[in-house]
Each structure stands twice: as C-alpha cells, then as structure tokens.
C-alpha cells in the first residue's frame, strides 16, 4: 500500500503541468482560476489535474469556501523525496559491493 | 524538463571497462553485488538483449523478500546500458516504473560509471507512442487542442 501511494504520486508528478502547478502552491493557496492563468487550458482541464493531484495526496482543496481554494499537501512530497534518498542508499551501497566484487575477481585468475 | 528529481551516481573502479560491464549484464556476477549491503541473493535473472527482461529477488536483513524487474533498452558493450527498474509490489505486480541509464567510460585501465536514474518522469512519458501528453508542455497544450 505504501508502494501504491508512491505511484500515485509519482504518476501525478509525472506530468509538467501539474509540476508548475504545485509549484505555483508552494507559494500559497490559489483558486482554480487564479491557477488556470498561466496555462493555455480551460479550466475543466485544470480542475482534471487538480483531481488527480488531490487523489495523490499532493494537494488539498478548501471545503468551506465557495471557491475551493487549493494548497500543497506537503506531507506526500516529502515521501517521495525518502523514495528517492532510498534508490540513492540501495545503489551507494550496491557499488560498493561491484567495487569489492571487482577487486575479487581481479586477484583470483579464474573468476568462479 | 526539470531534472531536480534525477539521481546521478558517479563512481570509479579500478578495473578494466568490459570487465564492469559485464558485471551488469552477467546474471550469475551480478548475483553477487547487486544488492544493499547485508542483503542476501534469492535470484537473478538476466536477458541482457533490447527488449530482454530482467529480474533481482533480495532477502533483506529482516527477512522481507524484495523483488525488483525490468527490461533492457539499450545495449551497447561496453559502453551504455539502459534498463527500466521498478520494485515489485507482488510477484505478479510491479510498481512505478523509472529508468535508469548507465555510461562506462574507460579512463585507461579503470573506469567511470555514471548511474542516472529518472524517477519522477515514467518511461511511459519519456517516450510513449501511444499517449502524446504528458511529455511537454508543449505536447499537452496540443493534445488539449486537438485530442479532445
């Protein structure tokens, strides 16, 4: 289910227009208007990747107020960031053992 | 495209470049050293052609199998490898895809290995065929325009 979640958010960062738009977010909140102005869209097609970053946890959107406001969930970056800083460990790590490996298999004539 | 979310790696080893690309496309040395530190190898299988799939099961230190796959999209020895990588999720199922891209370059009896690893962008929208969307903004603006 984490693993689930990761693509969800991944899947959601995937795309350049919803990458500006949480960058616009972490500036503050916004309407889907005041969000759709940069973009060569209308808005049913901002408020389609607003969904999908709302499913992903990335952002949150006002219940109360008639406008919705938008704003960054950061709570789902931040595990995507640990994901990256995870492969970064997994492959520091697994050099390290190429780099013995190689040593290995360099001292002995015949590589088993 | 904005590469804060690409992971680079770069690492010298004191050994010939064929022998360190042959630790990436030989199944029963990569066995070997694939794999964080205190992980055991379950399995390791390697078809190290274009389109070849391969697949590393782990035991971590906790006993936890990890399972991770891909295919190879580029084989040119002893020069660049590029696979797509994703961790299982179930035997049956893998996760988010990424792609990672290996250059060797052969610095006169060792070698330099550059690991670049694209996470955030899938290889679905790096280069799909299928969806013309999600590649630029650009490419979207038109999609909106015309496919729609």
Not at chain 1, 24 to 50: I, Q
Not at chain 2, 81 to 97: C, D, I, M, Q, S
Not at chain 2, 100 to 126: H, I, S
Request: hydrophobic letters at 40%; glycine letters at 6%.
């Amino acid at each position: 289910m984490l693993a689930d979640s990761l693509s969800a958010t991944f899947s959601a960062l995937a795309d350049p227009t919803r990458r500006a738009i949480l960058a616009r977010l972490s500036v503050g909140e916004a309407s889907v208007t005041e969000l759709a102005g940069p973009f060569p869209m209308s808005l049913p097609a901002v408020s389609k990747h607003l969904k999908v970053l709302e499913r992903a946890g990335l952002i949150a959107r006002g219940r109360s107020a008639q406008w919705r406001p938008c704003r960054l969930a950061p709570e789902a970056l931040k595990e995507a960031t640990e994901w990256l800083d995870a492969y970064r460990r997994f492959w520091d790590e697994s050099l390290d053992n190429l780099a013995d490996y190689l040593k290995r298999l360099q001292s002995q004539d015949k590589p088993r | 495209m904005s590469d804060e979310r690409v992971l680079v790696i770069t690492r010298v080893f004191d050994a010939p470049r064929d022998l360190v690309f042959a630790a990436w496309t030989d199944e029963r040395s990569a066995a070997q050293w694939w794999g964080p530190k205190g992980f055991t190898s379950v399995s390791c299988t390697i078809d190290a052609r274009v389109g070849g799939a391969w697949r590393r099961v782990m035991r971590a230190p906790d006993g936890a199998m990890l399972g991770a796959r891909g295919l190879y999209r580029e084989i040119i020895p002893p020069e660049r490898l590029v696979f797509t990588y994703a961790w299982e999720k179930n035997p049956r199922h893998a996760g988010h895809e990424t792609l990672v891209t290996l250059t060797f370059a052969d610095l006169g009896g060792k070698t330099e290995l550059t690991l670049r690893q694209e996470v955030f962008e899938t290889v679905a929208a790096r280069d799909d065929h299928r969806n013309g969307w999600s590649g630029s903004l650009e490419r979207f603006a038109e999609y909106l325009t015309h496919g729609t």
